[in-house]
């Protein structure tokens, strides 16, 4: 069955901890994407990529890094730079036909102390 | 700015009732509409779809209006059933481009 695999479904850090979030795809699909959500908020957009070793900042990019060195890899770093960390982060797919829907993973919520 | 809003947080309908959820975007260039379903700890589902040069989309229970000068969009769910309660994302797109807005969610709540 194709998919996308986030991994772990929780990750606990300590402050001042960079962490690396896994997203693997099985979907054949070029494009990538990493959305954080928080309370309250829709989901806002943190890097996406539309090929290999090619990647945008999104809305909030800022301590956060991503690479893209496979087409079915594309794990985010979330770094001590990041002010406010914990969150429910969610990695989605797509191909890039005009009228394409995301694929969403299942998240990985992250927390921080 | 949020370019996609859905202003009301959350909903409660009975069983077998209509569920209107809406949706207003800002953003001109957008022209192509979804709506997403969400559980708690898991990651959103399509659901639907529709692009600018429709009006209405309909796929068995689920049905989208989108009405562009109003710059508003609706999902309609009829006959709404216990299944449907879950959080439902409102996102929008741009031709040239692949990123997705999404709006704040509304919660449907839907008792026996």
């Known amino acids: 069955d194709g998919g996308i695999t986030q991994s772990p479904k929780y990750l606990f850090r300590k402050e001042g901890q960079n962490v690396t979030l896994s997203c693997e795809q099985n979907l054949n699909h070029d494009a990538m994407y990493w959305y954080r959500q928080d309370p309250g908020q829709g989901l806002r957009l943190i890097y996406y990529?539309?090929?290999?070793?090619?990647?945008q900042k999104g809305d909030i990019a800022e301590g956060y890094s991503v690479s893209r060195e496979k087409k079915e890899s594309f794990p985010l770093t979330v770094t001590s730079a990041q002010k406010n960390p914990t969150a429910f982060y969610l990695c989605?797919?797509?191909?890039?036909?005009?009228?394409?829907?995301?694929?969403f993973g299942n998240g990985t919520r992250l927390t921080v102390t | 700015d949020q370019q996609v809003k859905q202003n009301s947080p959350s909903l409660s309908v009975q069983e077998g009732r209509i569920s209107i959820l809406n949706c207003d975007y800002t953003n001109s260039m957008f022209d192509y509409f979804l709506w997403y379903k969400k559980y708690p700890a898991e990651g959103p589902t399509f659901l639907i779809s529709i692009s600018s040069i429709k009006d209405k989309n309909e796929d068995g229970r689920f049905t989208v209006f989108l009405n562009k000068s109003a710059k508003h969009l609706s999902l309609h769910i009829v006959p709404s059933q216990p299944g449907d309660s879950a959080v439902y994302f409102c996102?929008?797109?741009?031709?040239?481009?692949?990123?997705?807005?999404f709006g704040a969610g509304t919660t449907v709540t839907v008792r026996a």
């Open positions: 989605a797919s797509s191909t890039l036909r005009e009228i394409s829907p995301l694929h």
């Open positions: 996102a929008a797109r741009g031709r040239a481009d692949y990123k997705l807005s």
């Open positions: 990529s539309q090929i290999v070793n090619d990647f």
